[in-house]
């Protein structure tokens, strides 16, 4: 079992950064896989980025490529999501997800294969 918890989430103006966190609770940390999501209203979930356990591999949505970075420090429990050059289209809610049986490299890209989620934190992006 783990709990995750995001923070970091705001008001920021277009071209600005955020960093979002995403606290887990529980054993074994390592063992899961970190992706973050994004759902904008009216939207379906959408994948932003994910990161293995071991961080031997990360995974990035087109649109945020070469704008925002994840990253895991493992003996904090905790994941990031540095985010840079913010766009309004970024503007969604963002959940962080941990799962520790993704096999391939397309189940990252899916929420369906992640079975812990947070609770989601706002971002606004203003032009």
């Known amino acids: 079992q783990v709990q995750l918890v995001e923070s970091g989430g705001g008001l920021v103006q277009a071209g600005g950064s955020l960093r979002l966190s995403c606290a887990a609770s529980?054993?074994?940390?390592?063992?899961?896989?970190m992706g973050w999501f994004r759902q904008a209203p009216g939207k379906g979930r959408e994948f932003v980025a994910a990161?293995?356990?071991?961080?031997?591999?990360?995974y990035y949505a087109d649109s945020v490529k070469g704008r925002f970075t994840i990253s895991r420090d493992n003996a904090k429990n905790t994941g990031y999501l540095q985010m840079n050059n913010l766009k309004p289209e970024d503007t969604a809610v963002y959940y962080c997800?941990?799962?520790?049986?993704?096999?391939?490299?397309?189940?990252?890209?899916?929420?369906?294969?992640?079975?812990?989620w947070g609770q989601g934190t706002q971002v606004t992006v203003s032009s």
């Open positions: 997800a941990a799962d520790s049986q993704l096999y391939s490299s397309g189940d990252f890209y899916k929420p369906y294969k992640y079975d812990y």
């Open positions: 529980g054993r074994a940390f390592s063992r899961y896989a």
């Open positions: 990161i293995t356990g071991g961080h031997e591999g990360t």
